[in-house]
């Protein structure tokens, strides 16, 4: 190994220069930087909105390199022959990337760790999409934490890393590796004309996650504890999208909400908690990793759900009759993106009255949004079906109509996101008919439909089996 043996460094989930350790360390090494992303059976296997959206996140990133006289090299492949293959070609004696915690990644980073070291590789991997890695966080007793409430009093008084600084260059190497055209990817392919009507609803870019998060800080985060559950009222923070292509770290989340905690900005809390809420959600992914396929709870593999049928069809097309459930899934196809309160919505209604497993779902989500996330996406499936941590089914059997009263007390979203609902539709609701499939044949003067299952019938149905679920 010498100073001018090339560190490539494999870019992942970590779309930005600022507060990226695995990035930090090649600068820090004085030797010259090659930057890599592989579209493998990993990427390969993303659905439609994220797949597209991790597309316009590694075009943005790739300008922020060439910005600071840079490149981001793109090869297509199993990501051990790419890696092998650039070694060969540049010499490189090491090759670092961020840590990711889902199965599928973490198999995959193993098996080529194990070879990269057998040809005599530097292979390391650093922490950056956490703020706590999963097995720093344990019980008492030495165990992982299953429940949120004591996982978060565990780790709220924790340091957290310290901020750092974007690179102003990096070091060349004497020869670029070729590369493959992002473009000739097509990974928005699936959107087809969905694109266009999401576009101007995505903030994309370090630099945009950045500013959004100031925007919050200064304008939301003193509201946010009270005003974020309300569907129509736009305090959220919004960076789920961001968050989940590294395009900012946690860390500076969590300073930034720290700051506003320490000057009395009264939502920052919660903010914070829900920061550690999806920290749960990979402490969870990564000692139970069956949480992303399979029930996480035992006893409930012999539960009565229902797998895909026409009724499901009309819940993804935004047609199940119940207002606030149509809404919120049209709000997905028009912006990517789903509010919070809204999501838990229509996964009671779909797994709860419809009785259809928590995967379908899942797998629709994954689909759809452009800030999936694998162990957010799973866990929050799981806990609303009641298959999950701190799962109490009975409680949480959501009646929508209520919920709707309680949080959009004027419609001011539903009439947002349905057209059928007002003579004059705003333009929101009437894109969705741009964007979704054009197979589904929808108008918006088709009218709204009978409910796919009535809420009082749905909840009864709901109990019931659940009550047989126990007895069995």
Not at 184 to 212: C, F, K, N, Q, T
Not at 334 to 355: E, W
Not at 387 to 410: C, E, L, M
Request: aromatic content about 12%; glycine content about 8%; some cysteine.
């Amino acid at each position: 190994m010498t100073q001018n043996s090339p560190v490539i460094w494999w870019v992942r989930r970590d779309l930005r220069l600022a507060d990226n350790p695995v990035l930090h360390a090649a600068v820090s090494s004085g030797r010259p930087v090659i930057a890599v992303f592989i579209c493998d059976n990993v990427v390969e296997s993303l659905g439609a909105a994220p797949k597209w959206r991790l597309g316009l996140g590694l075009e943005a990133f790739a300008k922020r390199l060439e910005d600071i006289g840079s490149r981001l090299v793109f090869r297509k492949g199993a990501a051990l022959d790419v890696l092998r293959t650039l070694v060969a070609q540049t010499g490189a004696t090491a090759i670092w990337w961020g840590r990711q915690y889902d199965p599928d990644q973490v198999a995959r980073d193993k098996a080529v760790k194990a070879a990269l070291g057998d040809l005599g590789c530097d292979a390391r991997s650093y922490a950056g999409h956490l703020l706590f890695e999963p097995w720093q966080v344990q019980t008492g007793q030495g165990k992982f934490y299953q429940v949120y409430s004591p996982f978060w009093r565990a780790v709220k008084d924790r340091d957290v890393a310290a901020r750092l600084p974007a690179p102003k260059s990096l070091r060349k190497p004497d020869h670029w590796p070729e590369s493959d055209r992002l473009a000739d990817w097509s990974l928005g392919r699936g959107m087809d004309r969905g694109a266009d009507v999401v576009y101007p609803h995505l903030h994309i870019g370090e630099g945009a996650a950045h500013d959004r998060l100031a925007r919050f800080i200064e304008c939301n985060v003193g509201q946010y504890k009270d005003q974020r559950d309300f569907l129509h009222k736009d305090v959220c923070s919004g960076l789920s999208e961001n968050l989940t292509y590294g395009e900012i770290s946690p860390v500076a989340l969590w300073h930034a909400g720290q700051h506003a905690l320490d000057a009395g900005r009264p939502g920052a809390e919660h903010f914070l908690k829900e920061l550690v809420w999806r920290e749960f959600a990979y402490h969870l992914v990564y000692h139970t990793p069956h949480i992303t396929s399979r029930n996480w709870r035992e006893g409930w593999d012999s539960f009565a759900w229902r797998d895909e049928g026409g009724d499901v069809l009309r819940w993804k097309q935004g047609r199940t009759g119940i207002d606030v459930v149509d809404a919120a899934m049209r709000e997905m196809y028009v912006t990517g993106r789903m509010h919070n309160r809204a999501r838990m919505l229509v996964a009671s209604y779909l797994t709860k009255h419809m009785l259809t497993h928590w995967r379908v779902g899942q797998d629709w989500f994954a689909e759809c949004l452009v800030d999936w996330d694998p162990a957010a996406n799973a866990m929050g499936w799981q806990w609303v079906a009641g298959s999950g941590p701190d799962a109490a089914p009975y409680f949480r059997i959501f009646n929508p109509d209520t919920q709707a009263q309680k949080f959009d007390p004027a419609a001011q979203y539903r009439k947002a996101w349905l057209a059928e609902l007002s003579d004059s539709p705003p333009q929101s609701a009437m894109l969705f008919f741009d964007a979704c499939p054009r197979s589904w044949g929808l108008r918006p003067q088709d009218g709204r439909p009978a409910p796919v299952v009535a809420l009082a019938d749905g909840r009864k149905r709901a109990l019931a089996a659940y009550e047989n679920k126990n007895k069995s």
